[in-house]
């Protein structure tokens, strides 16, 4: 069969033509090599089928790379990873504010300002210079679900609702001239029209391109803990827990895994792959 005849079925439920150059484009970002690459497209190639769903593709290409070279198995899995971080929207909080301290901010999770009408709790509260920048995270738990216009439509009232109170204070010292709406899925095209209309940002996992949530995180290169591919469910909680959200918090937070009664062998292993993965 011809790979531009197969339908794949995205996790949303929508059909779409599957796309190998997607595929190998995916690859590459990854750092995979050549040799992978044609390795997992072959692998791919043999068992497409109609009707196949993008997560039995993700998961044939995951498996090769985690036998290969385990921490691009762990930048594979990214998209996966973040969803792990639920069931609550919490630690995506603190992941997005561990971003965003990274990228040079003062931030802080779980802050209640007061609006000219009533107090607002805001997911993050990040200061850089003499700017101020509220973000409230919208978390899915699970793959297909967007974020629709509804959501930038309340979080603006109330971002001009706490932007009257705060910039009408002078004992802030800072402006506050931006409200941002982040989210792990996406947004649909009426959210995304009235983020732009309204000077609301708003960043999911792939918008705006090029500095996409993904994009993001990429660059800076802070994954969060849940890509791992050798820590165990167990242990990624418990490091949550710790507020550890970040790979490369581990490396300086190391007695965390002596807690968790990790043999020195495996630590060794768990440490170097999350060095490859920060580097």
């Known amino acids: 069969?011809?790979?531009?005849?197969?339908?794949?079925?995205?996790?949303?439920?929508?059909?779409?033509?599957?796309?190998?150059?997607?595929?190998?484009?995916?690859?590459?970002r990854i750092g995979a090599d050549k040799e992978t690459i044609d390795a997992i497209i072959d692998k791919v190639g043999e068992e497409l089928y109609q009707g196949i769903s993008t997560k039995e593709i993700y998961n044939r290409a995951y498996a090769i790379l985690k036998k290969k070279k385990s921490y691009m198995a762990s930048k594979y899995k990214l998209k996966k990873a973040i969803y792990e971080l639920g069931p609550t929207g919490f630690p995506f909080?603190?992941?997005?504010?561990?971003?965003?301290?990274?990228?040079?901010?003062?931030?802080?999770?779980?802050e209640v300002l007061h609006g000219k009408c009533v107090s607002h709790e805001i997911d993050v509260v990040a200061h850089k210079g003499n700017e101020t920048t509220v973000i409230e995270c919208k978390f899915h738990g699970e793959q297909g679900l967007k974020c629709n216009?509804?959501?930038?439509?309340?979080?603006?009232?109330?971002?001009?609702?706490?932007?009257?109170?705060?910039?009408?204070?002078?004992?802030?010292?800072?402006?506050?001239n931006q409200g941002w709406v982040v989210t792990n899925t996406r947004f649909t095209?009426?959210?995304?029209?009235?983020?732009?209309?309204?000077?609301?940002?708003?960043?999911?996992?792939d918008y705006p391109e090029g500095e996409s949530l993904?994009?993001?995180?990429?660059?800076l290169?802070?994954?969060?803990?849940t890509v791992s591919t050798l820590l165990t469910n167990r242990e990624k909680q418990f490091l949550l827990s710790r507020d550890v959200v970040l790979c490369r918090q581990l490396i300086g937070d190391v007695f965390y895994l002596d807690h968790l009664g990790v043999s020195e062998e495996r630590k060794e292993k768990i440490l170097n792959e999350i060095k490859m993965l920060c580097s």
């Open 1 to 28: 069969m011809e790979e531009n005849n197969i339908n794949i079925i995205k996790s949303s439920g929508k059909k779409v033509k599957f796309s190998l150059n997607k595929l190998r484009s995916s690859l590459k």
């Open 93 to 110: 909080e603190r992941f997005i504010k561990a971003l965003l301290e990274y990228s040079g901010y003062e931030a802080e999770v779980g």
């Open 149 to 176: 216009v509804k959501v930038p439509l309340y979080i603006n009232s109330r971002f001009q609702d706490v932007k009257t109170h705060w910039n009408g204070s002078f004992k802030n010292g800072t402006k506050l």
């Open 189 to 205: 095209e009426d959210a995304l029209e009235y983020g732009r209309c309204s000077g609301l940002y708003l960043l999911s996992w």
């Open 214 to 219: 993904r994009d993001r995180i990429d660059t």
């Open 221 to 225: 290169g802070l994954y969060p803990i």
